[in-house]
């Protein structure tokens, strides 16, 4: 049995006053409206309804079922507003993963502006450098950096980053090309976000062979910027990770004696692929986009 169905139908009768007026205010024909309300009678082991050819009553557990009957369907219709109005998301939680490069500046900006338009979707950050299994994990999207390998995901290209490769402010700038190679040889710092084949073969081509092994490297994104900027030694960045500190001149940008020829990065949102998203991640995903897009016009 249908129950809310036959709840409707009940009601209709009650509040209408007959069961023809019932059936048309329903659309349903008499019959299927009478068979509602017997079936109804005879699952509950009770006479709702007293009719007769030319009058109907409604008996007193027939008043009380009517009430029960509207509670039900108005807490019903509560529950569908509650998830389908896209302006209520009271237990909405959407899990996301990125890396620690972009747990600071603009990236966060973004998360920040959208929590303060959709606050009732908390969102839950996992601020990691691993690549997190989504499925696994139960992970609504992830900021990542470089090329989709998992085919189940689908990626969205947010914005390109570029690798370079910066001295502390301690560090003179007038140094000679020469004496750049030697502070490089002993002062670089390496993070644990570059690849290091791509390190290897740009000392290579400036002409350093010191093995990576033998250099400094700091996994902690935060700490390896820190000991930069502390004058621990040279540091190779994405560009918008020391934004802030190439502008206030706690740092510059090494050119000489060749700019770090690390290919661009692109970061990406990637999300599940074949599974229909949810009105809180499609809010997300939406404004994701909307935000970068609107930053790259800006910049333009």
């Not at 509670?71 to 620690?100: C, G, K, M, Y």
């Not at 791509?198 to 250099?215: D, E």
Request: net charge positive.
């Amino acid at each position: 049995m249908d129950k809310l169905s036959y709840f409707k139908s009940y009601i209709a009768i009650v509040d209408q006053g007959s069961l023809k007026n019932a059936s048309d205010y329903l659309n349903l024909t008499p019959s299927a409206v009478s068979k509602h309300l017997s079936t109804l009678e005879q699952y509950y082991s009770v006479d709702l309804v007293i009719r007769d050819a030319k009058s109907m009553r409604i008996t007193g557990e027939g008043k009380v079922f009517y009430i029960q009957c509207k509670q039900v369907l108005e807490s019903l219709a509560r529950a569908e507003e509650l998830f389908l109005n896209d302006n209520q998301h009271n237990h909405s939680v959407l899990r996301i993963t990125l890396p620690q490069v972009l747990s600071q500046g603009k990236f966060m900006q973004m998360l920040s502006a959208f929590a303060q338009a959709h606050p009732q979707i908390k969102l839950d950050l996992i601020t990691t450098n691993k690549n997190l299994d989504l499925v696994q994990q139960d992970i609504d999207f992830a900021f990542r950096g470089g090329s989709l390998a998992d085919s189940q995901m689908r990626s969205v290209k947010l914005f390109q980053a570029k690798t370079i490769l910066c001295a502390p402010q301690s560090f003179s700038r007038l140094l000679t090309t020469e004496q750049q190679l030697q502070v490089i040889t002993e002062k670089l710092l390496i993070p644990s976000y570059i690849n290091l084949s791509t390190l290897r073969l740009y000392l290579q081509k400036i002409g350093i062979k010191k093995p990576l092994s033998h250099f400094s490297a700091l996994d902690d994104a935060f700490s390896y910027k820190q000991a930069v900027l502390a004058g621990m030694g040279i540091g190779i960045f994405l560009d918008f990770f020391v934004e802030q500190e190439l502008t206030t001149n706690k740092i510059w940008q090494i050119t000489d004696p060749h700019p770090f020829s690390y290919k661009h990065l692109d970061f990406n949102m990637i999300y599940h692929k074949n599974i229909k998203l949810a009105k809180s991640q499609a809010l997300l995903k939406d404004f994701v986009i909307d935000y970068f897009g609107q930053n790259k016009q800006d910049a333009a």
